[in-house]
């Protein structure tokens, strides 16, 4: 099938900042698109040629959609799976597969799937409610602290907490959710691997993310990762191992937490293009949105070596602002070399909302470190 300035579409569930990076390739190679958001102010709305209004999660709204396009895919995991199940029956390529999402939309099937597969992850057990959960602590077969993890209401950290007494148990939502023992983990590592559908694979080098200690939201990725090229060789060992089990065509982003040179867990993964790949856009051969392209219309890999080491740092909206943004200091982190913002066109900034990214470039990652945080410093993500 021949996407390059052709009527064939390329169908993209949501529309936001994942979405907005993958139409600059598509925009690129002349590839025609479609994109569905339920927001009307969507980052994607410019760029895209025909945008769709709509909920990502209701069966009719999705199945309409992608009815007419050609090969569908996803910027978000949220979507429903019923609809992409009765379109791939009818014929549309759908990547990632329908199946893949419905087993990574829930924690405790995506815990499952590691377990089915000998891929090594955190320890678990799952709940139908918190109340089983509160039993067994009553009884006192569990002890604190330990993970919570809701099964399906999280995403960037929301559905995730660390559970330390009777108090942290009383806050926590209601539904089906699993625990894990807390990992002592070194670093949190990311490799992304992207698969073509006769099964070709690649992979970028591992990333380590740095995590903001009050948000526990990423701050900064480093590419590469400062771990031992043993320690890099075995996580990705690990990441290939979780791509090939999914079956995954397109990339994915898999989250690891390093706890020694040799064990390594899988945390989760996402079928998309990622945070932890944002560098790509500037240090690397071929950026992600592009690989992914390149692998759900069945195209040649392209090479995944950087360029220059790199470092991503989130912009995410400052604390106690809320309101039209405005993106303070941005001529100043302009003036500095190898820096490159990229804002994501979200009119309303609240505390912590990722607002943008910039990617710093620099042959020599300590350099590159040493800017990004300067970009941090300088650069205010605040209301107007
Ligand atoms: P989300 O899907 O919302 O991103 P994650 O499962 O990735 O949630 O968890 C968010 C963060 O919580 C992780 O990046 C890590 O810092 C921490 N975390 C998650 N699971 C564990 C665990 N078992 N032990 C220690 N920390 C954990």
Same mark, same amino acid.
């Given at each position: 099938m021949n996407f390059f300035s052709t009527t064939k579409t390329l169908g993209i569930l949501g529309g936001g900042q994942l979405g907005k990076m993958l139409l600059y390739s598509t925009r690129k190679w002349d590839i025609k698109t479609k994109v569905l958001d339920p927001s009307e102010s969507a980052p994607c709305r410019l760029a895209t040629d025909i945008f769709v209004q709509g909920d990502l999660t209701d069966f009719q709204t999705v199945y309409d959609f992608g009815k007419d396009v050609d090969v569908l895919t996803i910027e978000i995991e949220k979507v429903n799976?019923?609809?992409?199940e009765k379109l791939q029956q009818e014929g549309v390529t759908v990547y990632p597969q329908p199946q893949i999402l419905k087993t990574i939309q829930n924690k405790c099937l995506q815990k499952k799937f590691y377990q089915d597969n000998n891929i090594p992850s955190a320890s678990f057990e799952e709940f139908d409610s918190i109340n089983a959960l509160k039993e067994k602590v009553l009884k006192g077969d569990l002890s604190y602290p330990f993970?919570?993890?809701?099964?399906?209401?999280?995403?960037?950290?929301?559905?995730?907490? /660390? +559970?330390?007494?009777?108090?942290?148990?009383?806050?926590?939502?209601?539904?089906?959710?699993?625990? @894990?023992? /807390? +990992?002592k983990f070194k670093k949190e590592l990311s490799v992304i691997v992207c698969r073509r559908p006769q099964g @070709?694979?690649?992979?970028?080098?591992?990333?380590e993310s740095e995590f903001h200690p009050i948000a526990n939201q990423v701050e900064y990725v480093l590419c590469p990762a400062r771990i031992s090229t043993k320690a890099a060789k075995n996580a990705v060992e690990i990441a290939l191992k979780t791509a090939e089990a999914y079956g995954q065509i397109g990339l994915l982003a898999v989250e690891l937490f390093l706890i020694s040179d040799e064990e390594i867990l899988v945390n989760e993964v996402a079928p998309r293009p990622h945070n932890s790949g944002h560098f790509t856009m500037e240090a690397s051969y071929t950026c992600q949105f592009e690989q992914h392209l390149r692998a759900i219309l069945d195209l040649p890999l392209g090479k995944t070596d950087s360029k220059t080491a790199g470092v991503m740092v989130n912009l995410v909206g400052a604390d106690g602002y809320a309101g039209p943004v405005n993106?303070?200091?941005?001529?100043q982190i302009l003036a500095i070399d190898g820096v490159i913002p990229h804002i994501y066109g979200k009119k309303e900034t609240r505390p912590f909302r990722k607002m943008g990214h910039v990617t710093v470039i620099n042959p020599e990652l300590s350099i590159a470190r040493r800017i990004a945080e300067k970009v941090k410093d300088i650069l205010l993500v605040i209301a107007k």
């Open positions: 799976v019923n609809a992409l993970v919570w993890k809701s099964a399906e209401m999280g995403y960037d950290g929301y559905g995730v907490s /660390i +559970v330390r007494s009777n108090k942290e148990l009383e806050e926590l939502n209601p539904g089906h959710c699993l625990i @894990e023992e /807390i +990992v @070709e694979m690649v992979n970028y080098p591992v990333v993106y303070k200091n941005i001529d």
